[in-house]
């Protein structure tokens, strides 16, 4: 009988703060009536963007070269280029010439070695495949990236509409 008591005893008080009272105000409250609104989403003209990974390292002689086209690339085309240093292979290894400092991450090793970046500095644009290679030397970047720019290759335009039925309470979207 103890046990009984005992469980009652814990239960009904459970029961008892689980219950909650919704006010009205905090009730949901369905549109009523036919409505045809649809919500407009305004087209915003986009830029097309150009990623750039420039692949570097501390002991890489010609590295700095290239950081500097890099930064020339960023003047010339601005908000269209996106431009991102990666330290990988043995290059970026740290060593007491740069106070031991480490920029190398797992992902850029694993990058390196599924793009075929066998020697530094080198460039990859938008990871897709010029030539047959996916690297090309910073000689090169301006004239890729502009060809890129240039195409209408685009990866993705996204347009975007919303219409709520209120007769089946359903929102459209196109």
Known sequence: MKKIIYIFAIILPLIWVSCDTIEEEERLV???GQTKETTPITKVDTIQKVLLEDYTGW???NCPRAA??????????????VVMAVHATAFANPSTGNNNLDFKTEYGEKWAIDFGCTSLPTGIINR???GGVYTIGDANWDNQIQNTIN???HI?????GAEYRSDDNQILVS
């Open 30 to 32: 369905y549109p009523k």
């Open 128 to 130: 897709k495949k010029i």
């Open 156 to 160: 993705m335009n996204i347009n975007l």
């Open 151 to 153: 195409s209408q290759d």
């Open 59 to 61: 002991k890489c002689v």
């Open 68 to 81: 500097v086209k890099a930064t020339e690339m960023i003047s010339k085309y601005s908000e269209q280029l």
